[in-house]
């Protein structure tokens, strides 16, 4: 079982930048070489797609709503992956969960088998 830990959200003011990290316990080798996710949920909406990271091939994907303000990076000595936002809008405001597999990547989050519980983001105007 992959357990992830999420951290770094927060209360912030528009046009703020923010730096999410996703990490694991209970595995020795972290989530070296898992696909990582990045996903949000507003109150009321549904789960959106935000960035996906694939570890073995350093590939990302980021949705189009947030492309150039966000990024997905990783810490390989840490086994950390990290969702940098900046220049973050009201509109971004949710909770946000770092979601891994270990073959799937792509945007749709019932394929992600391993969730975090997400931390929140709010961005006031």
């Known amino acids: 079982q992959v357990q992830l830990v999420e951290s770094g959200g927060g209360l912030v003011q528009a046009g703020d930048s923010l730096r999410l990290s996703c990490t694991t316990s209970?595995?020795?080798?972290?989530?070296?070489?898992?696909?990582l996710g990045w996903f949000r949920q507003a109150p009321g909406k549904e789960r959106e797609f935000v960035a996906c990271f694939n570890w073995s091939g350093g590939i990302t994907d980021v949705a189009d709503s947030v492309k150039g303000r966000f990024s997905i990076s990783r810490d390989t000595a840490k086994n950390t992956v990290y969702l940098q936002m900046d220049s973050l809008k009201p509109e971004d405001t949710a909770v946000y969960y770092c979601?891994?597999?270990?073959?799937?990547?792509?945007?749709?989050?019932?394929?992600?088998?391993?969730w975090g519980q997400g931390t929140q983001v709010t961005v006031s105007s």
């Open positions: 979601a891994a597999d270990w073959t799937y990547y792509g945007r749709a989050a019932h394929e992600f088998d391993f």
């Open positions: 209970g595995r020795a080798s972290g989530i070296y070489g898992m696909v």
